[in-house]
């Protein structure tokens, strides 16, 4: 073997092995950012449920709390002055 063929695998020889790690680096880095990406996804779809829910569930204790101050509004009225609290609490 001579001087310049030893020196050519010397040389090719780490390279081919620096690329096969570095390819290796690679692939495992695609796989474990695939994975982040997953879980971010999981985790913001929760929190958009989550918020869905909370918004849902405020809206319905508010139309509880109106129907329950109309009704305290009409049991506290005298019968006499009910047709017209009820046209004042009327919608629209």
Avoid: C, W
Avoid at 30 to 57: F, M, P, T
């Amino acid at each position: 073997m001579n001087d310049q063929l030893l020196h050519v695998l010397l040389f090719v020889v780490p390279l081919i092995f620096s690329a096969g790690g570095f390819y290796v680096y690679a692939r495992l880095s695609i796989v474990q950012l695939r994975k982040d990406a997953k879980q971010s996804h999981q985790e913001l779809k929760k929190d958009i449920n989550g918020l869905g829910a909370k918004i849902a569930r405020i809206e319905y204790q508010t139309d509880t709390r109106h129907h329950n101050a109309s009704l305290a509004i009409m049991v506290a009225v005298p019968v006499e002055r009910e047709a017209e609290i009820t046209k004042l609490l009327k919608e629209g």
